[in-house]
Nanobody, 133 residues
Framework: EVQLVESGGGLVRAGGSLRLSCAVSGVTFDEYVIGWFRQAPGKEREGVSC????????HYADTVTGRFTISIDNAKNTVYLQLNGLKPEDTAVYYC??????????????????????????WGPGTQVTVSS
């Protein structure tokens, strides 16, 4: 059974930093993509960033490019999301999710990346990030 568990959320002032972790277990398929998404109160869930397990190719939403960095430690089965330069509008519950794909590098760089949330079939419970002004 595939499971994902997020950690690292918290309360931080604007301009501060946090590092979120996504512990992944039970994955048996060769290629997959881990995505980070977020949902603020009253808003739709949106994609933040994703990374391929092969080649470590990355993709970022325009709203976080230059501030957030995604990375993967395959030995630890953990994906990290470093959040720098946080803004109050980054306040949300952050989720990680996994998509089983045929070519993970293509999916991230030329394929849907974050745009097809239905491809992400297993989700973690989420971690709250709150940024005060």
């Amino acid at each position: 059974e595939v499971q994902l568990v997020e950690s690292g959320g918290g309360l931080v002032r604007a301009g501060g930093s946090l590092r979120l972790s996504c512990a992944v277990s039970g994955v048996t398929f060769d290629e997959y993509v881990i995505g980070w998404f977020r949902q603020a109160p009253g808003k739709e869930r949106e994609g933040v960033s994703c990374i391929s397990n092969r080649g470590r190719r990355t993709h970022y939403a325009d709203t976080v490019t230059g501030r957030f960095t995604i990375s993967i430690d395959n030995a630890k089965n953990t994906v990290y999301l470093q959040l720098n330069g946080l803004k109050p509008e980054d306040t949300a519950v952050y989720y990680c999710a996994v998509a089983e794909v045929g070519n993970s590098a293509w999916y991230v760089t030329r394929g849907p990346a974050l745009s097809t949330q239905a491809d992400y079939h297993t989700w973690g419970p989420g971690t709250q990030v709150t940024v005060s002004s």
